[in-house]
Nanobody, 123 residues
């Protein structure tokens, strides 16, 4: 079993930056890949960025490429999402996810474990 807890959300002005974190605990082999998703009001869940726990390979959705950076500190079992040049349309609940697969994907079905999310509001 894996538990994920996000933190660092908040309100920021357009053009600003924010870094959110996800602390993971539990069975290590169940989190070979990790990712960030978001869900805006009235919209479906969108995959943003993923990272392989071993090796650190990353992949980004076109909507955030060049503005968001995913990273990890394996010693702290923590994944980060640095968000720069934020736009009002980035307003959403941001959730982290963990999966057992050894590839980096942005589909909901690629991940078994989910955090509750943290709210990011850009005005």
């Amino acid at each position: 079993h894996v538990q994920l807890v996000e933190s660092g959300g908040g309100s920021v002005e357009a053009g600003g930056s924010l870094r959110i974190s996800c602390v993971a605990s539990g069975y290590r082999d169940s989190r070979n890949s990790m990712a960030w998703f978001r869900q805006a009001p009235g919209k479906g869940r969108e995959g943003l960025a993923c990272i392989l726990t071993d090796g650190g390979s990353t992949y980004y959705a076109d909507s955030v490429k060049g503005r968001f950076t995913i990273s990890q500190d394996n010693a702290k079992n923590t994944m980060y999402l640095q968000m720069d040049s934020l736009k009002p349309e980035d307003t959403a609940i941001y959730s982290c996810a963990a999966g057992q697969y050894f590839w980096c994907g942005l589909l909901i079905r690629d991940y078994k474990y989910w955090g509750l999310g943290t709210q990011v509001t850009v005005s």
